[in-house]
């Protein structure tokens, strides 16, 4: 069964603490792309990466972190310094214009 | 101001009409207009692609249209069922390159009501 998955579905982060959320796809999709999605913006880049062992920052990057080591996978970490955490987080691949998105991860802050 | 303006804001129909949605955009240079869906709670899902030279496309009961003089768009959707209920996303991709570039608009939410 192809497509992008997305864990946990809801994840709960405490004060200072950095949290890390998962991002695998089976599509042999070389470009992986996360997303921020707050209630009343559209979606925002957070980091998109065109190829394994290579990533570039966008829109919204500070206080985030990526790594790219293998084409199926493109965790994103959350750290203490993002001070406003709490949003929708979209995974996406891509080929060609069409983009596909997994299920996201709810991130709370307790 | 975004450059992706999306109208209206909330939709309720009933179960089997028609209805259609806006999407207006100031992105320029154009490369092309995306519809997406997205249900609550889940990831969104890719409707349509239209280039500046293609004026409608269709998926099943989604139809799009685009002006890219008057830069407008619409969505239509025909003989709505209940699954329609979901957030109809505009967007809009401003230069040639990779998907970097990509202007969301901020949805219609759409309730299809039996």
């Known amino acids: 069964d192809g497509g992008i998955t997305q864990s946990p579905k809801y994840l709960f982060r405490k004060e200072g603490q950095n949290v890390t959320l998962s991002c695998e796809q089976n599509?042999?999709?070389?470009?992986m792309y996360w997303y921020r999605q707050d209630p009343g913006q559209g979606l925002r880049l957070i980091y998109y990466?065109?190829?394994?062992?290579?990533?570039q920052k966008g829109d919204i990057a500070e206080g985030y972190s990526v790594s790219r080591e293998k084409k199926e996978s493109f965790p994103l970490t959350v750290t203490s310094a993002q001070k406003n955490p709490t949003a929708f987080y979209l995974c996406?691949?891509?080929?060609?214009?069409?983009?596909?998105f997994g299920p996201g991860t709810r991130l709370l802050v307790l | 101001k975004n450059q992706v303006e999306q109208s209206p804001q909330s939709l309720i129909i009933l179960e089997g009409k028609n209805c259609t949605l806006q999407?207006?955009?100031?992105?320029?240079?154009?490369?092309?207009l995306r519809w997406y869906k997205q249900d609550t709670g889940r990831g969104p899902v890719s409707l349509t692609i239209?280039?500046?030279s293609e004026n409608t496309k269709s998926n099943g009961r989604y139809t799009a249209t685009l002006d890219a003089d008057t830069k407008q768009s619409s969505l239509h959707i025909t003989a709505s069922q209940l699954s329609d209920s979901a957030s109809y996303i505009c967007v809009v991709r401003g230069t040639a390159g990779n998907n970097r570039k990509l202007i969301w608009g901020l949805g219609t939410s759409l309730a299809v009501n039996p």
């Open positions: 999407c207006n955009y100031t992105v320029s240079p154009f490369s092309n």
């Open positions: 996406a691949s891509s080929i060609g214009e069409t983009l596909f």
């Open positions: 990466s065109q190829i394994v062992n290579d990533f």
């Open positions: 599509l042999n999709h070389d470009a």
């Open positions: 239209m280039t500046f």
